[in-house]
Structure formats: structure tokens, C-alpha cells
């Protein structure tokens, strides 16, 4: 990640794709309350999530404070071990991400959903049905409430 040999792509990418996000697994969404929240994360800005091999991430767009302005990792010789581990080979830079499934939207999370919980779109237009939804989780969603 953001290498600095003479021949490494690294050179070439700037601003430094993969350094650029973060990611994070995230448990595989089954039930209706599992999209809702989905959707309130990717309602905020910079958030998408995708599907690689089965397995679904939350990705961020937040560059990392360490990419400086030529795209050159300022700790490189101590940066973290993730980034040691992200090789040139197969990285994101000539054929970006294999995803099998990509969503990058508030809309397109919706839609996604939608197909899978037809009434979803119906509960999200009756507070009231959200809230009864609540009642009925199994706790291990957030409770957080907007403010
Ligand atoms: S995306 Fe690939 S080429 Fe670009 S900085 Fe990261 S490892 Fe280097
Ligand atoms: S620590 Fe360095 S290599 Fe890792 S994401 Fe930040 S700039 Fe890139």
C-alpha cells in the first residue's frame, strides 16, 4: 500500500486508491430491521457498503491523515499491519473492486431492499410501523433514536 519501489504502481496512483476508504465487515443482513439500519448509515455521507465472496462490508470514504498531498504514505516504515498486507498484485488501482454487489446509495439500498422485504418501503413511510418494529427486535441493533 502506497509502496515507494521505482517500478511499484504505487507511483503512479494518485491520488493513493486504497488509501482513500476505510472498510469493515459487517454481519450478513437477514431481517427487515437489518436494512433499516443499513439505511440510516448510508443516508450519511461518504457511506456504501458492498458484497465480496458472500460476505458484506461498510466501506467509508475518508482519506487517511497519514496520504500526503503527492499520495506517499508519511509513516510508511511503521504504517499499520493491514496496510503492509495490501498488496500491489490484484489491488484496486488497474481493475478497481471486485465487488459482487455494490450500493452506493441511500436509493439504492432502498431499492435493494425493497426487492427483498416488499413492505419495507410502506414501513418507512408510517413511522408507526417502524416503531412497532422496534418493540419486536431482538436488541442487538443500535436503539439510537434521532435527535
Ligand atoms: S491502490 Fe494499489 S497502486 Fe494504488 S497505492 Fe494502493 S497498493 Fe498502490
Ligand atoms: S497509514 Fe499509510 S499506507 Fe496506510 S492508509 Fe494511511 S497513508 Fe495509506
Not at 31 to 55: G, N, P, S, T
Not at 59 to 76: K, L, S, T
Amino acid at each position: 500500500m502506497a509502496a515507494e519501489k521505482e517500478t511499484s504502481p504505487c507511483l503512479r496512483c494518485k491520488p493513493a486508491k486504497c488509501c482513500m476508504y476505510i472498510t469493515l465487515q459487517v454481519q450478513t443482513p437477514k431481517k427487515l430491521v437489518d436494512f433499516e439500519e443499513m439505511l440510516w448509515h448510508i443516508a450519511h455521507q461518504h457511506v456504501e457498503y458492498f458484497v465480496q465472496k458472500r460476505h458484506w462490508f461498510i466501506m467509508v470514504h475518508n482519506p487517511c491523515r497519514f496520504n500526503d498531498a503527492e499520495g506517499r504514505c508519511q509513516i510508511y516504515h511503521t504504517r499499520p499491519t493491514i496496510c503492509r498486507d495490501h498488496s500491489t498484485e490484484n489491488c484496486e488501482f488497474e481493475t478497481g473492486c471486485d465487488f459482487d454487489l455494490h450500493i452506493t446509495s441511500y436509493e439504492e439500498m432502498l431499492e435493494y431492499a425493497s426487492k427483498r422485504f416488499p413492505s419495507l418501503k410502506e414501513r418507512i413511510n408510517d413511522p408507526s410501523l417502524l416503531w412497532e418494529n422496534r418493540e419486536q427486535g431482538n436488541g442487538k441493533h443500535s436503539q439510537r433514536r434521532k435527535r
